[in-house]
């Protein structure tokens, strides 16, 4: 029986009656030509909508300076809120929560499709990323040297996020996820692997938290506390984005996080080092989980098994879902019958293809 499959028991996220505990973790997918969403991502969104089922956006850029990868979508302008309005619709017709994750990218831009491609990108430091190779060796993106940011453009770069989240509410999303996780802007004040600043941003785990809890109170301060999440990732090293101590960096930031009461937080598992790869580990998310008084999002790596222990053991109260959710776009009906998966094919997630890769997996065959 469905009631008996942990994760699809219902749960209550603030004012949202999630059906189940399966969430659409963000991911990026590279077919908003020119930063504008398409038409296609409507299939594509809606395909993985269930009603009652939480679904979060890929990374989407806060604003025309945050770019730094080709066809990523934007919500910084007009435009970008009327593209986005008929696939929102599209999720919310099916019965879904949809929330949108606010992107900067930070020094982590690949700018060489851009117009301003002499411009550096800006980030905590002046130290350069290392390039992105893949498994044989090939150099996938490469990156310039950011400016490093003065202290009075930090509030710009806030602001930024704050009205962001405003066009998204204007878009019909139901809330916000920034995407503070993974080496990108906020992740790269976050972690003193490459935080080496000197100012009230830099040193101290308070003072390199400093700028992500602005752009918190920020976003709240626009759309309220109850419509915004954070995506956290301390144990993760992508991007050269290491920290000391993750442990006393997790448990600094959801217990400031509490102070705000936002709605939920997203953490990623000290077992994903990697994106690419899940190593066995020992260290645990419990004393994040146990410090934060909200709704506690765990992704990395999960299958069926281990989410519904998950839920069981109270280690979450939702999983994220990434690449099993990319390639089995009916992922919740496919745990309930615990249905064979598809498998996802890595050669395909970062293609511009509308249809390959994107809105093709195929669903389960049903019989009538």
């Known amino acids: 029986m469905k009631d008996q499959i942990p994760l699809l028991t219902p749960y209550k996220m603030g004012n949202f009656q999630l059906a189940h505990r399966i969430v659409l973790a963000p991911l990026t997918r590279f077919r908003s030509y020119n930063s504008i969403p398409q038409s296609h991502a409507i299939l594509y969104y809606s395909q993985r909508t269930t009603e009652g089922g939480f679904l979060i956006t890929e990374g989407t850029l806060i604003s025309l300076a945050a770019q730094g990868y080709k066809n990523a979508p934007g919500i910084w302008s007009k435009e970008h809120i009327d593209a986005w309005k008929p696939i929102v619709d599209a999720v919310h017709a099916k019965g879904g929560v949809f929330f949108c994750q606010l992107w900067h990218l930070g020094r982590v831009s690949d700018q060489s499709y851009e117009p301003n491609a002499g ?53 019909g999303f139901d809330g916000v996820e920034i995407h503070g996780a993974h080496g990108y802007l906020i992740d790269q004040f976050l972690k003193d692997e490459i935080n080496d600043r000197t100012d009230a941003y830099g040193g101290s785990i308070e003072n390199r938290c400093r700028f992500a809890m602005e752009v ?26 290491g920290d000391s101590n993750p442990e006393a960096l997790g448990l600094y930031m959801v217990k400031s996080l509490n102070k705000y009461g936002i709605l939920y937080c997203h953490m990623v598992e000290p077992r994903m080092k990697l994106l690419e790869e899940r190593r066995e580990c020992t260290v645990s998310l419990g004393a994040m989980r146990e410090a934060f008084n909200a709704t506690f999002i765990v992704a990395g790596g999960y299958g069926r098994e281990d989410g519904d222990d998950a839920i069981t053991q109270k280690h979450a109260d939702l999983v994220g879902y990434g690449r099993l959710f990319l390639a089995n776009p009916d992922l919740p009906k496919r ?34």
Not at 159 to 164: H, I, K, L
Not at 218 to 241: H, Q, T
Not at 343 to 362: I, L, Q, S
């Open 119 to 171: 411009v550096p990108p800006v980030s905590s430091t002046d130290k350069q990323c290392n390039p992105v190779v893949d498994s044989n060796g090939q150099v996938l993106f490469e990156f310039p040297p950011p400016r490093r940011l003065k202290t009075k453009e930090i509030s710009g770069i806030v602001n930024d996020y704050r009205v962001a989240a405003r066009n998204v509410m204007e878009a």
């Open 216 to 241: 918190v109170e920020a976003v709240i301060n626009e759309i309220g506390a109850n419509r915004v999440g954070i995506r956290l990732s301390p144990f993760a090293d992508y991007m050269g984005s």
């Open 335 to 368: 745990f309930e019958l615990d249905a064979p998966l598809n498998k996802h094919n890595r050669e395909t997630f970062y293609t511009e293809d509308p249809v390959v890769g994107y809105t093709d997996y195929p669903f389960l065959k049903t019989t009538v």
